[in-house]
């Protein structure tokens, strides 16, 4: 194991979200495709009507996902049959008055009806670039930079690792090695004190 110095820094970044997404499901089923695919648009078509009427843009109302599935009866005996279809359709929509959030999410599933579902809620940042790892990663390097402190008989100047440098073990083994090489090991190695 290689000898070295290892200095610790803790970064934490707080921010208050300022959006909420929402996903809301529209579920339908009928004995045919076409019949639940037309029930399922215009329960979808009721339900973005009560969100713009909440004032949400169109921009922020989106299709996150479409299915068709075949829905089977298995009896006790013999093989299963096709007894309906189902199609879901998922919406996610982004509402950016959080305060008013409440109360267009229960006018969007009261205007559903009973092909509302509500599928989830997240919290987020309308301008998430200005929060990244990045930032706590730096407040991390500053504060192992600020808790660094020269051990007891060590020069805090470039004095000491001049006379480090004169005075650092030389590679064995090695007769010449440039200084690139030399200056790389000797970062890997633990200083000896300035004399």
């Not at 909440?54 to 007894?83: F, H, W």
């Not at 359709?89 to 409440?102: F, I, M, P, Q, Y």
């Amino acid at each position: 194991m290689k000898k070295g110095i290892v200095v610790s820094g803790v970064g934490e970044v707080r921010a208050a979200p300022d959006i909420l997404a929402v996903t809301i499901d529209v579920e339908t089923r009928a004995s045919t495709v076409a019949a639940a695919r037309t029930a399922n648009a215009e329960a979808a078509a009721r339900l973005i009507a009560s969100l713009k009427a909440e004032g949400v843009d169109q921009r922020d109302i989106q299709t996150a996902n479409l299915s068709v599935r075949a829905e089977y009866d298995r009896p006790d005996s013999g093989n299963p049959r096709v007894s309906g279809y189902r199609v879901t359709n998922s919406l996610r929509v982004l509402l950016r008055d959080t305060e008013k959030a409440g109360a267009a999410i229960d006018a969007a599933l009261d205007a559903a009806g009973d092909d509302g579902r509500l599928g989830g809620l997240r919290f987020d940042f309308s301008d998430r670039p200005r929060f990244t790892p990045r930032h706590g990663f730096v407040l991390a390097s500053m504060h192992a930079r600020r808790r660094w402190r020269w051990p007891p008989g060590w020069q805090s100047n470039s004095e000491s690792w001049s006379v480090w440098w004169k005075t650092r073990p030389k590679p064995s083994g090695s007769p010449a090695c440039s200084r690139q090489r030399c200056a790389w090991r000797a970062c890997q190695s633990k200083p000896e004190r300035a004399r």
